[in-house]
């Protein structure tokens, strides 16, 4: 069974720190590329940050580059987004998503997360 479960979302001051987590299973985590996603109330889900497979390349979104961090654990099938300097523009519900192929020239394949909130308010 695949799963995502996301974790570390909530209240948080501007200016503060979270850490959100994304604990994976059913799958060959270490050959898939992951990501994290967000959504705010009303607007289209956006790409945050993006990690290859091997942790090797990050891309970051320009609203959030220099003040979030992802990284990845392949040992243990975890993949993180270090959060810092929120601002309240920041407040959306979080998504980890799993992106794989099965072999070359063929589709790939995501797998998505419920979700975690994070509320960036004073």
């Known amino acids: 069974q695949v799963q995502l479960v996301e974790s570390g979302g909530g209240l948080v001051q501007p200016g503060g720190s979270l850490r959100l987590s994304c604990a994976a299973s059913?799958?060959?985590?270490?050959?898939?590329?992951m990501s994290w996603y967000r959504q705010a109330p009303g607007k289209e889900r956006e790409l945050v940050a993006v990690?290859?497979?091997?942790?090797?390349?990050?891309n970051y979104a320009d609203s959030v580059k220099g003040r979030f961090t992802i990284s990845r654990d392949n040992a243990k099938n975890m993949v993180y987004l270090q959060m810092n300097s929120l601002k309240p523009e920041d407040t959306a519900v979080y998504y980890c998503k799993a992106r794989g192929r099965a072999g070359p020239l063929l589709p790939t394949y995501d797998y998505w997360g419920q979700g975690t909130q994070v509320t960036v308010s004073s």
């Open positions: 059913g799958f060959t985590f270490s050959t898939y590329a």
């Open positions: 990690i290859a497979s091997a942790g090797g390349s990050t």
